[in-house]
């Protein structure tokens, strides 16, 4: 299952990125193959980040599954990709690898792919230019910087496939480091925590809401933690604390979900 899932995620985004790349794959086939510079950097941002997990779970000996990927009839092709923990999680620190390395993983990926997507990138007069945009996180107006320089009063930076994938890939890492429920951030927020986590992460969906007022999608993701639930299942050996080191891994993960954080990331 698990490849014939990669298999059709692959087909979806590769036709996704045949039309970002300015082909038509239904009217001239030919054009598919244009996809591939956005369908393999994405992929390989979504694979890096659930090997992150998948490599840190059999670390600690937790029963895993291999990375599912999810094809969607979507502008980018993807739901994105997942891993199912089969096992109970043995201690506290065992929580926070699993948790942290496919963050960590992801965005080592996430940003030169960024970087040499903007490297392809143009810039047009405002006025000129067409496509959906896109709210700038931290990293990626210091990414722009670095690449483009200032822009032009009056210009715009119309994005290569490659930088939109970099750009799904820094959107991707931001959304798993909410520090609610069964998502990165809530694992790696229990792990540092506990159980004081737990009454903070009630109030997560209800913020969502409320950003929900900027960007609709905040609203989906605010009732499925509504449905799923914002607790999170103790690991055997709830009462091993974290060491130093991973203490500091963690509000360095902190760091990366403000700086990957965007409030309205489709103005319209």
Known sequence: MPILLFLATFASTLVAG??????????????????????????????????????AARRHKVDVTPPFFLPAPSFIGTFGAFIRIRSPLPTRN????????????????????????????ELRPAAATGGIPLGESLI??????????????????????????????????MLNLIPAGQLDGGHIAYALFGDRYTEAARLVPYGLLLMGLLWSGWFVWAVLLFFLGTRHPRPLEDEMPLTPGRRLLGAAAALLFLLSFSPNPFPM
């Open 18 to 55: 045949s039309y970002l790349a300015g082909g038509n794959p239904v009217a001239r086939p030919g054009d598919l193959p244009l996809g591939l510079v956005f369908n393999v950097p994405l992929l390989s941002i979504l694979a890096v980040h659930e090997l992150g997990h998948y490599a």
């Open 140 to 173: 990626f107006k210091a990414a722009a910087r670095a690449v483009l320089g200032v822009v032009p009063e009056g210009y715009d930076v119309v994005l290569h496939p490659v930088a939109f994938a970099g750009w799904i890939g820094l959107f991707v890492t």
């Open 94 to 121: 065992a929580l926070f690898d699993v948790g942290v390395a496919g963050p960590v993983a992801g965005v080592l990926v996430a940003i030169p792919v960024l970087m040499i997507g903007l490297g392809l990138s």
